[in-house]
């Protein structure tokens, strides 16, 4: 199930406020100009349904927003627990970094943790099966997809360049929780 939960940046374990259903997560995230939505195919998908296969079942959904707000391009990324990569990329994106782009991710299956610091405040959403998340350029945020990773994201972004991550040296992400898988 889909979660929110926010903190005080100087309070990492007293939560704030903690929102499971998704309109509540949609309409806190909005107040600080992150869109989260749900999508819902209306075809089941196997685990070993290809590529071209998932893209063309969330097709409707991608040209939405592709064409509502001018992005470019979009690819599928899979991570499972035997990944021979999964430990450094994960180590890539837990330190708190921005993007010069919009970071607009869609959960096919899995979960994966966004954290965003957001002026004094850290918002931890966790995206599941269905969730899609836009973060805003210029966000601060970390991501964590666990030590045994397991989901698939369909990824829409402005240009591959502008995803790069800027980190911003601070050590926030550190004292904040990680995803267990």
């Known amino acids: 199930m889909s979660q929110l939960t926010i ?3 100087n309070a990492p374990q007293r939560p704030l406020r903690q929102y499971s259903n998704g309109d509540a997560i949609a309409l806190e995230l909005a107040k600080v100009g992150v869109k989260f939505e749900r999508w819902q195919v209306k075809i089941d998908l196997a685990d070993d349904t290809n590529n071209e296969d998932i893209i063309t079942a969330y097709r409707q959904n991608i040209d939405q927003l592709i064409q509502e ?16 990569q999964k430990t450094e990329l994960r180590q890539k994106f ?3 970094h921005i993007h010069a782009d919009d970071e607009i991710r869609f959960f096919i299956q899995g979960k994966g943790l966004f954290i965003l610091h957001i ?14 998340i836009n973060v805003p350029a210029g966000t601060r945020h970390w991501f964590d997809m666990g030590e045994n990773p397991l989901f698939s994201c369909i990824r829409i972004f402005d240009t591959p360049e502008g995803w790069v991550a800027n980190f911003t040296g601070s050590d926030i992400a550190e004292k904040f929780s990680r995803l267990v898988t």
């Open 119 to 132: 002026e004094d405040q850290v918002y931890e959403l966790l995206c599941e099966q269905n969730d899609l």
């Open 69 to 84: 707000s001018g992005y470019q391009t979009y690819d599928l990324i899979k991570m499972d627990p035997d990944h021979p």
């Open 94 to 96: 837990l330190a708190e």
């Open 7 to 9: 903190y005080s940046e």
